[in-house]
C-alpha cells in the first residue's frame, strides 16, 4: 500500500512569494488532514477535509492560507504571500474508516519543508 | 493550541533501558495515541488506546492512561538506539463529530549505544 505522498520535500521562496503544497493521501483514506509543524514542536491542525469538504479550518490564516480537496482525493495547501514565520515543515495525514467507523489512526506524509528568506 | 503537553522534554538513556514519557492533556478526551517522528520524517502511529482502557501493549511498548488524571503515559522497554527519535502523544476530542487529533510538543529520546 502506497503512503501518503507530498511534494515538494523542500522549498526556498523569498517573502511575500506565493508557495503551494500537493498532497496525494492513501487511497481509500476519507479524511485529509493538514498540519504545520515549527521547529521543536508537535504538528498544529490547520484544516481537515471529510472527503471534499473541509469541516474544521479554525486554524487556517484565511487572509494568507487556502487549502482545497477536489474529488476528496488529492489537496493542496497555498500560501500567498508568504512570511518569514511560515517557514515550517508542512504536514499531510489521511485516516481511514474501518467498517465505516474512523479509526483515529493517522498516516503522515514525510511533509514539505519551506524556508521563506 | 496543543492540547498535551510531554513530560520530560529530552530524555537520554543507555541502550537497553526502559524510557517512559508522559504526557498531560486538559479535556475530555476519546481516544490518546503516540506517534514517533524521526528526523526530518514524517510522523509514524504507534499505538491507540481509547478512553475507556487502562492500559495497552504492543511489543515493547506499553501504555497507559488515567481519565481522572488526565495523563498517560508512554513507556520503551528494553529500549535500541533506532528508538531514537522525538515522541509526541495526541488526543482525540471528537468535538466535531469527527476526530480532531491534537499534538502534544513532544519529547525527544536519544537512547545511546
Known amino acids: 500500500e502506497a503512503g501518503v505522498v507530498q511534494s515538494p520535500r523542500y522549498k526556498i521562496i523569498e517573502k511575500k512569494q506565493p508557495v503551494a503544497f500537493w498532497c496525494n493521501p492513501i487511497?481509500?483514506?476519507?479524511?485529509l488532514y493538514w498540519y504545520r509543524q515549527n521547529l521543536g514542536q508537535g504538528p498544529e491542525l490547520l484544516i481537515r477535509?471529510?472527503?471534499?469538504?473541509?469541516?474544521?479550518d479554525s486554524q487556517l490564516p484565511k487572509d494568507r492560507f487556502s487549502a482545497e480537496r477536489l474529488k476528496g482525493v488529492d489537496s493542496t495547501l497555498k500560501i500567498q504571500p508568504a512570511e518569514l514565520g511560515d517557514s515550517a515543515v508542512y504536514l499531510c495525514?489521511?485516516?481511514?474508516?474501518?467498517?465505516?467507523?474512523?479509526?483515529?489512526?493517522?498516516?503522515f506524509g514525510e511533509g514539505s519543508r519551506l524556508t521563506v528568506l | 493550541s496543543q492540547q498535551g503537553e510531554e513530560d520530560p522534554q529530552a530524555l537520554s538513556i543507555q541502550e537497553g533501558e526502559n524510557a517512559t514519557m508522559n504526557c498531560s492533556y486538559k479535556?475530555?478526551?476519546?481516544?490518546l495515541q503516540w506517534y514517533r517522528q524521526n528526523s526530518g520524517r514524517g510522523l509514524v502511529h504507534l499505538i491507540l488506546?481509547?478512553?475507556?482502557?487502562r492500559e495497552k501493549h504492543s511489543g515493547r511498548l506499553r501504555v497507559t492512561l488515567d481519565t481522572s488524571k488526565k495523563s498517560s503515559s508512554l513507556l520503551i522497554t528494553a529500549s535500541r538506539a533506532a528508538d531514537t527519535a522525538s515522541y509526541f502523544c495526541?488526543?482525540?476530542?471528537?468535538?466535531?463529530?469527527?476526530?480532531?487529533?491534537?499534538f502534544g510538543a513532544g519529547t525527544r529520546l536519544f537512547v545511546k549505544a
Open positions: 495525514a489521511s485516516s481511514p474508516r474501518r467498517q465505516g467507523v474512523f479509526t483515529g489512526e493517522l498516516f
Open positions: 487511497s481509500g483514506h476519507n479524511t
Open positions: 477535509y471529510e472527503n471534499e469538504e473541509a469541516v474544521d
Open positions: 479535556t475530555s478526551i476519546n481516544n
Open positions: 488506546i481509547r478512553s475507556n482502557e
Open positions: 495526541a488526543t482525540d476530542s471528537g468535538q466535531t463529530g469527527g476526530f480532531k487529533t491534537i
